[in-house]
């Protein structure tokens, strides 16, 4: 990752550490996407075991570098133990769902990304549709995705408008990398937290969303 700059430098031995420090077994780590750069997923389980490793129990949304990831089946069936994905549906932990999907590319958009965006917001919903059923009274909900539910000027647009009308307590999202994108670590919205975790945004430091 250092060809991309000196933020990457040692940036997997960062993330441990800090890792190490502050997560539990019980705990739950939430990863949004580019998670290998492998082509296949039997090389994408050679980062994703170093991964298992850590403490915690780890849940992943598909990035938009994850070309290894295909047959949703397959992955579930190879991952490690306390490891989990999300594609169209929701994982609950105690008082937390956590569900989500994708997205897609909201800025300049072609015909194909408009196609595809309107493929992620009926994933939007059938994630949140699943998280419905499992949520119980006094539970959060918790979408993560990839891509950010917004454009740089940090708009409304029709993802956040279903996130709004589903009640979610938060969103993890990232993509967003370099140290000139217009990005905002941390906001509030309509009553939606937003939280962008990038490592290079972020130091290659877990960020606390919610306690259970």
């Not at 430098?9 to 998670?35: P, T, Y």
């Not at 929701?90 to 956590?98: E, H, R, S, T, Y």
């Not at 990839?146 to 029709?158: K, M, V, W």
């Amino acid at each position: 990752m250092d060809v991309f700059g000196a933020c990457w430098e040692g940036h997997w031995q960062k993330i441990c550490d800090d890792w190490k420090l502050k997560v539990k077994d019980e705990d739950v780590v939430l990863i949004a996407g580019d998670i290998s750069w492998a082509m296949t997923l039997e090389n994408a389980l050679l980062d994703i075991t170093e991964i298992a490793k850590l403490p915690g129990k780890k849940v992943i949304v598909k990035g938009n570098h994850d070309y290894w990831w295909n047959s949703v089946s397959k992955i579930r069936k190879a991952l490690p133990k306390d490891f989990f994905v999300i594609q169209n549906d929701a994982i609950k932990f105690g008082g937390v769902v956590v569900c989500g999907t994708r997205l897609w590319n909201l800025t300049n958009q072609s015909a194909a990304d408009k196609k595809i965006n309107e493929r992620e917001k009926i994933r939007l919903e059938l994630s949140l549709d699943s998280a419905l059923k499992l949520k119980e009274d006094g539970d959060r909900i918790v979408v993560m995705c990839h891509y950010p539910p917004f454009d740089a000027t940090l708009n409304d647009s029709e993802y956040t408008a279903i996130i709004e009308r589903y009640g979610v307590d938060s969103v993890v999202y990232g993509h967003l990398h370099g140290k000139d994108c217009r990005a905002v670590k941390y906001m509030e919205k309509n009553f939606v937290k937003y939280y962008l975790t990038s490592c290079d945004q972020i130091d290659n430091k877990l960020i606390k969303i919610l306690s259970v």
